[in-house]
């Protein structure tokens, strides 16, 4: 440190001496502080309070209680609230300081309306929608950091749910004697970076979850990101609809406008607009919205929706945003609030959700690059004291929330120790008869080692097929988490069958072991299989067909086998694939007719293709295979969480291709054949208010057929039952056996779903919430040449009913009724 300053001339010492000096009085913050109210001695909750002419400001609480941490000087500070004057305070301020503030109601000055005229709001708005795409696109980039405050407090909680007693567990969660109280309470801060048209990418500074010690905040600026200078906000999940807004350009199709009056602020001529929407059961806003004169500019906003929009889950949902300029001619958003409200059997739940935005840069330096990487959370985000929180937190907490935090405090310690979580699984783990017999069975878990072992029940184990009589199946299955947040598991499972026809034994076991960026596969063993290898019936369905109405659907085989594979992703949205695969298949013929009724009946052979003949459909065979794919969603988009990334799906169609090649004479391997195969797919692609749809659109070739059996060839995902699974390459009616092919083939598959778009406009049926279903499929071989089909149902919360008309290249004419649980409905990340 001599030799540096000896190097230095005296003028550079006599500046860096003033620097040094300088340095705490520049970090010096005072408070101003004070509680904001109303004529007649009301808080107003979530005032806006910001220094002009400039970004820097902060919200008051709940209770009205505001806190400003400001350098020592002197201010105009501004006070906003929706529905009251604004309030302007001159301060010189050296020390802590407290400002109490009195905000008078909005005075407006009334337009005088033409008897019979049109409302002077529709021109306000007509202005107001021609300035929208400008104001859309008029910030092509910028960065501002974000303060983020969540809490959803729960209203009320029956004393008993399904048998059980929720009096202990509301106590060990912190709420009081009659079940309310806070249930959720967190704060965040995070540098927030945009780019027209959609480019985003925030970093998580700091979090604070109450009683979740380890936990990071859900709290995401991107989530609570609302621009209505949008045509439409889709918040998926909250309604099936996207919604409009007031300014749309369609928006005089959904809105009836009424201008309240005009004020002055800021030099600056505010219009007072009501909307209203034209029907109750449009996706549409109700509240007011407040456009600048002359610029027709959104000023503020105030709007609300309702469970007559067809919301889900939530009862109201009302949004608050704020803007202030930032420029001479650019306003950004200030704040913006979410306060809901719900409840369902007996629970009743509400809560709000308010994000505050400062230190605009209009013009950042930006590498494109980073937007790559959505969301940044790294391991030291949640490890900031409660002195940082008291100095960096804008909004004070009220009183409380400061004890829900050191109440839960207290509890979360306990609740991550190891003797309350033994205790916890000590009560849990104990066995239940009627869930052992006919549940899901028996499972044992370890919270502390974040491990479980389960077991199926009596009634899961217990199958019937024709071609083993009723067999015995002991299933078990260990899993341990690796990582909670990407979801990673350690998963081992093993399985003993027994046949009590055939007299035969089979047993596997299988895995899933996560190897850091690799996720490697094994399954060896043997079992009774399905004919088709894409499994088109689902678990217990052939046994209670074959029981109770004497028809056996599904077909098998005996297989012995040693798979392994390995799935690795190499960069953002590429994924490669590969695995090998040794087996040895059997034939096997119905060994009974047994059934509860129709004894007098004969099953149907357990060749699919020839109902009454035992002959085998194939030779007993041995096969070793290769596999190897990849896959390409042209997309890199992720989060970062401390234990690694975490992808989304792309807004793009993804492109797959697998090769398979069996081949001949190792380890006794009877198969040569070749087969290349391709697909292209994309789910949920938005069309506004008339839903969203999916499509994947498939094809393969065998390029060598010196020697495969069926069970080798391409099979599809047919369907002869009434029950079936709704996945991207399903069919409604096709029989999932009699077109298997070995030759080439294309398959093409398109839904819609009008998300509501018809049925909503019906009275009484638009409460059930019902999405309509419009289902295309198509599969063409050299044999079958054309198959077509057309289904038409709906959806309720993934439950769904459709009718299915299927023509093939005969024109014979099939038709029925399909009902499935669509287990991916808005799956959006992977």
């Not at 930006?366 to 985000?381: A, G, Q, S, W």
């Not at 979360?412 to 309350?420: C, G, I, L, T």
């Not at 083993?468 to 979801?487: P, R, V």
Request: with cysteine; net charge positive.
């Amino acid at each position: 440190m001599k030799k540096l300053y000896r190097r230095l001339p005296l003028r550079h010492l006599i500046t860096l001496t003033i620097l040094l000096f300088s340095i705490p009085a520049l970090a010096q913050t005072v408070s101003l502080s004070g509680t904001i109210i109303d004529e007649k001695g009301n808080t107003i909750p979530f005032a806006s309070v910001y220094i002009r002419n400039t970004t820097k400001g902060t919200s008051a609480n709940s209770e009205g209680k505001y806190q400003l941490q400001l350098v020592p000087g002197s201010y105009e500070v501004l006070f906003k609230a929706i529905g009251f004057k604004q309030e302007a305070r001159k301060v010189s301020i050296t020390a802590n300081q407290v400002v109490d503030v009195v905000m008078h109601a909005e005075s407006f000055q009334l337009q005088t309306v033409n008897i019979g005229g049109e409302d002077p709001a529709y021109g306000i708005i007509r202005k107001a929608i021609k300035k929208r795409p400008y104001y859309l696109k008029q910030v092509n980039a910028y960065d501002c950091e974000v303060y983020i405050k969540g809490l959803q407090r729960m209203l009320a909680m029956p004393k008993k749910f399904m048998g059980r007693d929720l009096q202990k567990a509301a106590r060990e969660n912190g709420l009081d004697s009659n079940r309310t109280g806070i249930i959720y309470l967190s704060e965040s801060e995070s540098k927030y970076t945009f780019q027209q048209p959609d480019l985003v990418h925030e970093e998580m500074i700091s979090s604070k979850v109450s009683g979740r010690n380890q936990a990071f905040s859900f709290n995401r600026a991107s989530d609570l990101k609302v621009n209505f200078y949008n045509n439409m906000e889709n918040w998926e999940g909250l309604s099936n609809r996207p919604f409009i807004s007031p300014i749309a350009n369609n928006a005089m199709l959904y809105y009836r406008y009424a201008l309240v009056g005009t004020m002055i602020e800021n030099g600056e001529t505010i219009n007072k607009i009501k909307v209203t929407p034209r029907r109750d059961y449009d996706a549409a806003f109700t509240g007011y919205i407040y456009i600048v004169e002359d610029s027709w500019r959104i000023y503020s906003l105030d709007l609300y929706v309702t469970k007559k929009a067809n919301l889900n889950f939530i009862d109201t949902l009302k949004i608050n945003q704020q803007f202030l300029p930032v420029s001479k001619d650019v306003w950004m958003t200030s704040s913006i609030r979410f306060d809901f409200t719900g409840g369902f059997f007996g629970f009743r739940f509400g809560g709000y959700f308010i994000s505050i935005y400062k230190n605009y840069d209009l013009n950042p330096v930006i590498d494109k690059k980073e937007f790559n990487e959505v969301m940044r959370i790294t391991k030291d985000v949640n490890k900031k004291d409660s002195t940082y929180w008291e100095k960096e937190r804008p909004i004070p907490l009220t009183k409380e929330e400061t004890t829900d935090y050191v109440k839960k405090a207290v509890l979360a310690k306990k609740r991550e120790s190891r003797p309350y979580m033994d205790s916890i699984d000590h009560v849990n783990n104990k066995a239940h008869f009627m869930s052992l017999l006919i549940g899901n069975g028996y499972t044992h878990r370890n919270r502390f080692k974040k491990e479980y072992f389960h077991i199926g029940s009596l009634l899961q184990a217990v199958d019937f097929n024709t071609v083993e009589g009723f067999a015995l199946t002991a299933d078990a299955t260990y899993a341990k988490q690796i990582d909670s947040i990407t979801n990673k598991y350690l998963l081992l499972r093993g399985k003993v069958r027994y046949s009590f026809g055939s007299q035969n034994v089979h047993a596997s076991v299988s895995g899933n072991i996560p190897l850091n960026e690799f996720n490697l596969g094994f399954n060896v063993g043997s079992d009774v299989v399905d004919l088709n290898n894409l499994t088109p019936f689902g678990a217990g369905d052939n046994r209670t067909y074959s029981l109770f109405y004497h028809q056996n659907y599904e077909k098998f085989y005996d297989k012995q086998f040693a798979q392994i594979t390995l799935s690795h992703r190499i960069v953002g949205g590429f994924i490669a694939n590969a695995g090998i695969e040794a087996s040895n298949r059997q034939w096997l013929n119905n060994i009974t007719n047994y059934s509860f009724y129709y004894q007098d009946k004969q099953y149907t052979s357990n060749n699919p293709l020839d109902q009454f003949s035992t002959q085998p459909l194939f030779a007993n065979s041995k096969a070793f295979k290769i596999q190897v794919g990849a896959s390409y969603d042209f997309s890199n988009t992720y989060d970062t969480y401390p234990t690694g990334r975490y992808y989304y799906a792309s807004k793009y169609p993804r492109v797959a291709i697998n090769y398979l090649k069996g081949i001949k004479g190792l380890f006794g391997s009877d198969v040569d054949y070749d087969e290349l195969t391709a697909t292209v797919s994309e789910s949920d692609i938005p069309l506004g208010v008339y839903g969203k749809t999916s499509f994947l659109v498939g094809a393969g070739k065998f390029l060598n057929t010196s020697s495969l059996y069926y069970t080798d060839y391409k099979q599809f995902a047919g369907s002869v039952l009434q029950q079936y699974l709704p996945t991207a390459n399903a069919f409604l009616l096709l029989d999932p056996y009699k077109y298997s092919t070995n030759d080439e083939y294309f398959e093409a598959h398109l839904e819609h779903n009008f998300s509501g778009f018809i049925l909503n406009k019906l009275p009484l049926i638009r409460k059930l919430k019902l999405q309509e279903i419009v289902d295309y499929n198509f599969l063409a071989t050299p044999a079958l040449n054309g198959y077509s089909e057309l289904g038409f149902g709906v959806q309720y919360l993934g439950f769904r009913a459709m009718y299915g008309l299927g023509f093939d290249n005969t024109g014979h004419q099939i038709q029925g009724f399909r009902f499935g649980i669509n287990l991916f409905n808005g799956a959006r990340r992977r």
